[in-house]
């Protein structure tokens, strides 16, 4: 069924293809995707004294003297920035923060429609990193929180951590974490299913970006037996010496085996693949895997492994596409993991959150276990209020909650 279109937009535009509204895309993206609304009434003069002047001036005064006030009688705690430079959008890399906003209104509403979060589009011009933290830093005291989105690594680490140590509101770069957050419930599931432990797995990523990255350290410090990642030049080992910071650090966390050489070579013998970075895994490499593989092939919209393929040799398979079981999808983790956080006004989001995030949403698909049914789906809604209540007790036990 298609989407209801309530916002249609006046006009054509200048130079606008009216053809363009032939198409389903274009025509529920006219006018955009979302809008402001008032929780509020102003139907008179006396609602009009309450919501502007002079009732509003009795809440500026009390937050003036009580700052913490602005959570109570703002939407300060339950509104989120959707924080971009356009550099890294979807499989469409660096379209600039005007073409960007298409996607981080789609985040804004997924906040809003699984988690109840509101999330205002910010899309940057620049693509500095100075200016860039300078400006989050600048604007924090209206948001709850920070969703950097679409960033392009390696700069997407340096500002995610510049920003936690400047701020005490949540600072969450979804593309990292979000992706590892989803990869490691489905990875739990799929463990159980084939009677190992995430211990037991020897694990190769494609990809060594922003997801890749966060992805192999996310799972090692859930317990993870080993994990080789993967770039262009095949596997980032120690012995290399054309690595950068970032990848260095990598080096020196993954790889126990001092695997090196290309990707292919790698996947023999592994019981797990993980793909974020497109490309096409040859078959040959998928069969040389170990019995009872799982194959995470996770690149829109072509998978670096196509299913028909992976189900030849492998025990689970999941992809980043909803016309295939088991999604790994970001949803899932995102509108949870900031609902619960925001709920407590934890100052930030920490390893212990995300993996009881992964915990909780793992515990969704229960005794239905089964080999096309690792991960829930988006649209289950008993995912969000699990997600949010793992969060939300993590924090408290962390220490990073304020209420």
């Given at each position: 069924m298609a989407a209801e279109i309530v916002n249609p937009g006046t006009g054509t535009g200048a130079g606008l293809d009216e053809s363009f509204d032939l198409d389903p895309a274009f025509a529920l993206h006219r006018g955009?995707?979302?809008?402001?609304?008032?929780?509020?009434?102003?139907?008179?003069?006396?609602?009009?004294?309450?919501?502007?002047?002079?009732?509003?001036?009795?809440?500026?005064?009390?937050?003036?003297?009580?700052?913490?006030?602005?959570?109570?009688?703002?939407?300060?705690?339950?509104?989120?920035?959707?924080?971009?430079?356009?550099?890294?959008?979807?499989?469409?890399?660096?379209?600039?923060?005007?073409?960007?906003?298409?996607?981080?209104?789609?985040?804004?509403?997924?906040?809003?429609?699984?988690?109840?979060?509101?999330?205002?589009?910010?899309?940057?011009?620049?693509?500095?990193?100075?200016?860039?933290?300078?400006?989050?830093?600048?604007?924090?005291?209206?948001?709850?929180?920070v969703n950097l989105e679409d960033i392009s690594a390696p700069r997407c680490f340096e500002i995610e951590r510049r920003l936690q140590e400047a701020l005490d509101i949540p600072v969450f770069h979804d593309d990292q974490h979000g992706t590892a957050v989803v990869t490691l419930a489905a990875l739990r599931n799929a463990a159980r299913l084939t009677d190992r432990s995430l211990g037991d797995l020897r694990a190769v990523i494609s990809g060594a970006g922003a997801a890749g990255v966060a992805i192999a350290k996310f799972l090692l410090e859930a317990g993870l037996g080993d994990v080789a990642v993967a770039d262009r030049k095949g596997i980032v080992s120690r012995d290399r010496d054309d690595l950068t910071p970032v990848k260095r650090e990598l080096a020196e966390l993954t790889n126990k085996a001092n695997l090196s050489g290309s990707l292919e070579s790698a996947l023999a013998g592994a019981d797990v693949f993980i793909g974020v970075s497109g490309g096409t895994v040859p078959e040959p490499a998928v069969a040389s895997m170990a019995p009872g593989a799982c194959v995470f092939a996770m690149a829109n919209p072509n998978p670096e492994v196509h299913p028909d393929i992976a189900h030849k040799y492998a025990a689970v398979v999941a992809t980043g596409r909803s016309d295939y079981p088991n999604q790994i999808n970001n949803v899932l983790a995102f509108p949870g993991i900031f609902a619960g956080a925001l709920q407590v006004r934890a100052s930030r989001i920490t390893e212990g959150m995300k993996i009881a995030a992964a915990n909780a949403l793992a515990d969704v698909v229960g005794d239905a276990l089964a080999a096309d049914y690792v991960i829930p789906s988006p649209f289950d809604e008993r995912v969000a209020p699990a997600v949010t209540a793992a969060v939300a007790a993590a924090a408290r036990a962390e220490g990073v909650a304020r209420r």
């Open positions: 955009g995707k979302m809008a402001v609304e008032s929780t509020v009434p102003v139907r008179n003069r006396d609602d009009l004294s309450l919501a502007y002047t002079p009732g509003v001036a009795k809440v500026c005064t009390a937050i003036a003297e009580q700052p913490d006030l602005v959570n109570d009688y703002t939407w300060k705690s339950n509104v989120v920035a959707v924080v971009t430079d356009g550099t890294a959008v979807l499989g469409l890399g660096d379209i600039g923060p005007e073409a960007s906003l298409p996607v981080m209104e789609g985040k804004a509403i997924l906040f809003k429609q699984f988690g109840g979060v509101d999330a205002v589009p910010i899309a940057l011009a620049t693509k500095n990193v100075d200016e860039i933290v300078d400006t989050v830093v600048r604007m924090a005291p209206s948001f709850g929180g």
